[in-house]
């Protein structure tokens, strides 16, 4: 082994892929503060301000509101072993790879699982998500808000609906959307929403924040067996960061880090940050269908800050991927699954939603495929600029009715 | 709630608790480098890097062994978990607040716990170990190498070669020792030893380093119910680091940071840090030996890093610590169930092991107790300064052998 190492000088990357998304510049200087004990009064106090910060962006006034010291799955599994108990009926809607993880972690549980399945790339309507629910009667309903794995985004209002009539809870994963696009959780009916920092709020990986309806939290105190996991046991969790009582050692960086990144999501306010996200992802679409390529998801299911375009015939992705990644420092990742090597899945999100971004994927994308000898029916990167044009022309317009 | 946020600024503290530790300068330098994605090539070499630096701190051959993402607690999670099956007879050895926390992990499992006692502060000897490993017969040994609530350190060599004639796999807690004084792995037997960051190795908290035997990798695979924690997994996590297959986010800030701290324990060799944090511990001894003091722990016993010394009689424990942290921003914790209001925990470990904050946290403990009253037989750093002059007079030492 070498006897000594230089200092890590990592390559310079654009994360446009389903996240990891480009981190702000203040989280990185929030991330090299000094840091405090984990049962010191001023991580309290960071530690209540980051609940105040994600209540607004989770739209919420839930009391239990925290992070889970974790990255995104351990959010998702946060959610799943405190409230699916073994031997519990669990219904989940199923058209991607994180509804599968979730059903793997309900079996995981020793729960029943019933699944209603949709293709990877739909939606499920109202219609058919209320009759799965008012025929299974199931204790808890799992739904992923924002695939990441297919770019189609559920609306949650008839699962929510149809689950309080039969007094079932809701968890939803808002992985994807949470910071990107609005949750609203409360006013979904959401019982327990959980998402990660590395997305829509433009943090670092390493946290999941979770939220939990006063009626989840009643059904928490109630659960006869423990969760078989002490480290995400949602009660000794509240207990920590509410009573200031010891149970694991939170992370003063990462804490410092979603406090700061929260902050810059309340700085821009909710409403002009979708609005950005949402036109950047309009933008993108305008320039990939004039290239010629289709989009997976049908247009009102899209997800706003993950796109995924149809790879044309013959092209490999491995090689449009590696291309993006060594000529451009472009990171954007392809698809798993039923979708793999027929999808590319670009993340436009968090601060990574910008104009010069969405240009600059458009044409590395060309020049990608390009490299593969195929032939755009028309510039993406002239389509794109040609949608800001037409917005910024609109009289009426701040980017955000456009 | 506020419009804007401004930047933190967290006051400035001397680590000198049970953890997390000082972070080195380099550290915080490597967590504000840009992140790479979690699939990128860049962040496996990262890994494989901590991954050898780990095997020499570990000094074990393992070739699983990993971080996991998340602190010490799951860490733990992760060994009792993986190789603990609903049923099976767990002995574990039980003399602190640590000891407890495995055996509550163990009953999540739904195991069957057998427990051999000692009170908090005493260890565990070789005949009494082999006696009850050899009577229960069980499948899992656990025991904690460094007990970070009392100070005392066991020695795991009958219970690794009474376990292993009862082909029982042997789980060592190593949070407080790691980077901190000898763990030998591989020499002492050890199948399956976790820890964390932020104590002996330096880094931000966010983090547990997890080594596991060859012997205990087979036990993995022959596993037939899957682990419930899927996040835990480390068949999944093998997987992810070795094959590169996705299973979670890892976050880069922290890769970056491990791999720093990991390297500077490297530079410095492990005998020259073993050497100054057990230096740095007797001269601690040393000071509150003077000033009239009893440790809780009896010589042989004692953990390098972590000091637990009596308080004196009528002494209030939580003025004291509050009396250290806003008059000299130092931070120690005090006793847990059977020890609360008895003991100080005063962590001289890491990088925050140096003969300057020895003599610092000295004094500072003699102000805190004369505000009570307290008059000391002797000068703790006076009689401190004095057992580092005999060291350094001595000529044949170099720290280490006085």
């Known amino acids: ?72 799955t351990s959010g998702m599994e946060a959610a799943i072993s405190n409230f699916v108990e073994p031997g519990a009926k669990v219904a989940v809607f199923v058209n991607g790879y994180f509804c599968e993880r979730i059903a793997e972690m309900v079996r995981r549980q ?76 409360d006013e979904t009916g959401i019982d327990v929403a959980y998402s990660c920092s590395q997305k829509g709020l433009a943090c670092t990986p390493g946290l999941a924040p979770i939220t939990v309806s006063p009626r989840a939290a009643e059904r ?13 046991d949602l009660r000794l969790l509240e207990d920590y960061y509410h009573n200031r009582r010891y149970h694991h050692t939170a992370s003063a960086s990462l804490l410092y880090a979603m406090r700061e990144a929260l902050a810059i999501v309340h700085e821009e306010g909710l409403e002009r940050r979708f609005d950005r996200i949402r036109t950047n992802h309009r933008a993108f679409v305008a320039g990939v269908e004039a290239m010629g390529l289709a989009m997976l998801v049908a247009e009102p299911y899209r997800l706003w800050p993950l796109n995924t375009p149809r790879l044309p015939e013959g092209i490999d992705d491995v090689q449009v991927r590696q291309y993006l990644l060594h000529e451009f420092g472009i ?11 027929k999808v590319l899945r670009v993340g436009i999100m968090g601060a990574g939603s910008t104009k010069e971004n969405v240009l600059a994927v458009l044409e590395a994308l060309e020049r ?3 490299s593969q000898g195929w032939r755009p029916k028309a510039s993406g990167r ?21």
């Open 110 to 185: 020793g729960a029943e699982l019933v699944r209603l399945e949709r293709p990877w790339g739909e939606a499920f309507d109202a219609g058919e998500a209320r009759e799965f629910i008012r025929r299974e009667r199931p204790a808890v309903v799992a739904f992923v808000h924002g695939e990441t794995s297919t770019g189609v985004v559920q609306d949650g209002k008839a699962i929510c609906e149809a689950a309080h009539e039969v007094d079932a809870i809701v968890i939803a994963d808002t992985v994807t959307t949470l910071g990107n696009m609005p949750v609203k959780v």
């Open 368 to 370: 990608a495929l390009a």
């Open 220 to 232: 928490l105190r109630q659960r006869s067996a423990p969760n078989p996991s002490f480290y995400l």
């Open 1 to 72: 082994m070498r006897d000594s190492f230089p200092p890590l000088s990592p390559p310079k990357r654009l994360l446009l892929g389903p996240g990891p998304s480009p981190v702000e510049p203040r989280v990185y200087e929030a991330l090299r503060k000094p840091i405090v004990g984990h049962l010191d009064p001023y991580l309290f106090d960071v530690a209540a301000e980051i609940r105040e910060l994600l209540q607004c962006v989770f739209e919420t006034r839930n009391e239990l509101t925290l992070v889970v010291s974790g990255t995104g």
């Open 331 to 341: 990171e954007v990742l392809g698809g798993f699954g039923p979708l793999a090597g």
């Open 382 to 402: 002239e389509a794109a600029e040609a949608f800001y044009a037409r917005l910024s022309a609109s009289p009426a317009s701040t980017g955000a009715q456009a």
